[in-house]
């Protein structure tokens, strides 16, 4: 996201801001079946089988993302100062992005459509924090993402449950079921930003890709544009995808 991939307003790495574009479409595809599912009654199945997958593969590429722009961030950071502490600068950013977080957790709860307790953005502030002190390392983080995103997993696949909701961040479900229309947890989640900070480490890092192309292809333009404010967008989108649905008749108000 623009506000968490930390990249220098003079130098850009259009490739990143294009990529983070393709997501953001993928994600508004998804959120339009799942609109028309949930709101219009069409007979989609959103929520498993392949289109479950869809959404787990663009979660998997914006977070993914995510840890490379952090990787290009800290680059630059100690370009900028070199052996200075920059924590300060990323709890900021990343209690910011939780307290967006926060700010959609309430309005789903008072708008009755499910409580979103732990969903993208949560996990992206979270993870901008705990991600500091691997921000140094590289290798170190491939080896740490692979068995939480294997521990990710192996919590899902086998359903692991626990009295009350305390550990609903690390992907444990209380015994009593929550409706959260957005739920991504630190396992496997913040191993696919480490993944994401180890590739961004090799291919950025030590400023490997300076003399690069600074400005995307013109077909590719608007992907940029897109990637580069996708905080924006993630905040608009579904607002604009149910009035679109709604103006031309395809679902209606009261289903909301």
């Known amino acids: 996201m623009s506000t968490v991939e930390a990249v220098g307003k003079v130098r850009r790495f259009w490739e990143v801001d294009v990529a983070r574009g393709v997501a ?40 993914f993302l995510v840890g490379v722009s952090l990787a290009i961030s800290y680059s630059r950071e100690e370009e900028r100062q070199p052996g200075g502490s920059t924590f300060g600068k990323y709890l900021r ?13 309430l309005v789903s709860w008072s708008l009755g459509i499910g409580v979103i307790i732990f969903g993208i ?10 991600a500091y002190p691997f921000l140094r390392f590289r ?22 449950y626990m ?3 305390w550990l609903l961040p690390l992907g444990i479900l209380p015994d009593s079921p929550i409706f959260m229309p957005d739920y991504r947890p630190l396992l496997p989640w913040f191993g696919v930003i480490l993944l994401g900070l180890f590739v961004g480490k090799i291919v950025y890092g030590n400023r490997k890709r300076e003399r690069g192309s600074v400005s995307a ?16 967008f993630y905040f608009v989108h579904q607002p604009v995808i149910i009035a679109t649905l709604i103006l031309f008749g395809i679902i209606k108000l009261g289903s909301l």
């Open 163 to 165: 009295s009350g909701p």
């Open 24 to 63: 953001l479409l993928m994600m508004a595809l998804y959120h339009t079946l799942y609109d028309l599912q949930s709101f219009g009654g069409y007979a989609i199945k959103a929520t498993s089988g392949f289109w479950a997958r869809f959404a787990d593969v663009t979660a998997f590429s914006f977070l």
């Open 139 to 160: 290798l170190v983080n491939l080896i740490l993402a692979i068995p939480l995103i294997a521990l990710g997993i192996y919590i899902q696949v086998n359903d692991v």
């Open 93 to 105: 950013r990343g209690l910011k992005v939780l307290g967006y977080g926060m700010i959609l957790t």
């Open 121 to 130: 953005l949560h996990l992206i502030g979270v993870s901008i924090i705990l």
């Open 217 to 232: 292809p013109r077909p590719a333009g608007p992907l940029a544009f897109l990637g580069r404010n996708s905080l924006l």
